[in-house]
């Protein structure tokens, strides 16, 4: 068994190197998903940009994460309505399905459109998914209703929303692809190094891409992302072919699906130990993993071999909406990041919003994202998230 995250096991190639002389004009810190997009977009509108990472790419989240690619944010459809306004609850759906349209089609093999599978457990989550289910057909978005679930699921859930856009990500082959390519357009990339003070980059511009990793360089800021733990793990690999989809339950608290070559990946389960998991601390614990074996165990009808087991951190924001923009406090610093447990599509896209505003491109939804309402929370009524 091992700690390493079944995705960032997989062997790779070094990427290009290419070394800047003198300042950049722009530092990106995090090598994630969204540092990478943010990266990639700008290096293409002709930036010199520097990318820092303190571990290696993807050594965060966006190589730790179950590998669901869907669209939307981190709150059910009509919860985001009741928030931000039905008009941009829309907009930010039909943002991330083109973001994800190209997210797929710069990932080659590392991208599975499958569509998601959102459960319901008992009566109360199925009235949920319902009223969800009618708000986004009326919205005009692809979207199905399942009574008939698969044999896998079937007396254990009490009916599912088909997401048909969402798919299934090696999510760190996705990133270190991103920052090949990145690197391809002239973007340094420095891994093993952390970044201590805005300063130290030399650049009149920095992007803080680190998500729920606490970077120390959001001033009032900092914090207000909160670090959250988020637990997986992978079985041995096994015969059958039971969770082709992706499947999410309960509030999104529970997830997985079953990986092309047989392993069960599975997740979630931090409402075992809520308080402990509000963490910036990247480790298992017995209790969250405990409870991803026995459901797994009670899923196949017998016990699995695990041979990955993981944590990660994810940014938490109290009312489920991402976080892009210039930091309050902090002269020539930006932000992408708190995507509540919901990162890979919407840190795609957001690394990519946060480059184009930098450019000096406005977008509507900038205000929506502006960090600075973190500093004047309003009341925190949202759904929980896994
Ligand atoms: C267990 C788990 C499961 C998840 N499952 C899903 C899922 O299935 N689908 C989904 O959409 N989302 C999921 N998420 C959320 C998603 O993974 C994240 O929101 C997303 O990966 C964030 O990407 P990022 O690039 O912003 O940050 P990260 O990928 O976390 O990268 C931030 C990087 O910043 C680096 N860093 C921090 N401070 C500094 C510094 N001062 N100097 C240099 N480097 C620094 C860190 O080392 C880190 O690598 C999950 C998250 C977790 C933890």
Redesign the pocket.
């Known amino acids: 068994m091992t700690a390493v995250s079944y995705w960032l096991a997989e062997p790779h190639d070094p990427l290009p190197v290419v070394r800047l002389d003198g300042a950049p004009e722009v530092a990106v810190?995090?090598?994630?998903?969204?540092?990478c997009s943010c990266a990639l977009a700008l290096a293409e509108a002709g930036l010199r940009v520097r990318l820092?990472?303190?571990?290696e790419i993807?050594?965060?989240?966006?190589?730790?994460?179950?590998?669901?690619?869907?669209r939307g944010g981190s709150a059910p459809y009509p919860v985001l309505a009741e928030s931000i306004g039905s008009e941009q609850t829309a907009a930010l759906w039909r943002w991330t399905e083109a973001e994800l349209t190209k997210l797929a089609a710069l990932a080659g093999d590392a991208f599975r459109p499958t569509g998601s599978l959102r459960l319901a457990v008992d009566e109360e989550e199925r009235e949920e998914l319902l009223v969800e289910y009618e708000a986004l057909r009326s919205g005009g978005f692809a979207v199905e209703w399942r009574d008939e679930l698969p044999a896998s699921s079937a007396g254990r859930y009490t009916g599912a929303i088909f997401h048909p856009p969402d798919g299934v990500l090696q999510?760190a082959r996705l990133v270190r692809r991103l920052a090949a390519r990145a690197a391809g357009a002239g973007v340094e990339i420095r891994e093993h190094?952390?970044?201590?003070s805005a300063e130290e980059t030399e650049a009149e511009t920095v992007v803080v891409?680190?998500?729920?990793?606490?970077?120390?360089?959001l001033g009032e800021l900092e914090g207000l992302i909160v670090p959250t733990?988020?637990?997986?793990i992978a079985t041995e690999p096994i015969e059958e072919r039971l969770f082709e989809v992706p499947h999410y339950g309960r509030h999104g608290f529970d997830?997985w699906h079953q990986a092309p070559d047989g392993r069960i990946v599975a997740?979630g389960f931090r409402d075992v130990s809520l308080d402990t998991e509000f963490t910036a601390d990247d480790v298992t614990t017995p209790v969250v993993q405990d409870a991803l074996d026995r459901f797994v165990e009670s899923h196949l009808g017998r016990p699995l071999r695990v041979d990955y087991r993981w944590?990660?951190?994810?940014?938490m924001v109290f009312d489920f909406v991402p976080v892009v923009g210039r930091v309050t406090d902090q002269e020539g610093v930006w932000v992408?990041?708190g995507?509540s447990?919901?990162?890979?599509?919407?840190?795609f896209a957001c690394g990519r919003l946060v480059a184009r505003a930098i450019l000096g491109e406005s977008d509507p939804l900038l205000e929506v994202f502006a960090p600075g309402r973190l500093l004047s929370p309003g009341e925190a009524n949202l759904a929980a998230t896994g």
Do not use: C, K, M, W
């Open positions: 810190v995090g090598g994630g998903i969204t540092g820092y990472e303190a571990r993807a050594g965060g989240a966006s190589g730790r994460n179950g590998g669901f690619a869907l999510p190094t952390r970044v201590h891409a680190t998500d729920g990793y606490p970077s120390g360089l733990r988020g637990q997986v997830y997740g944590a990660g951190i994810f940014g992408a990041g995507y447990g919901h990162g890979n599509v919407l840190g």
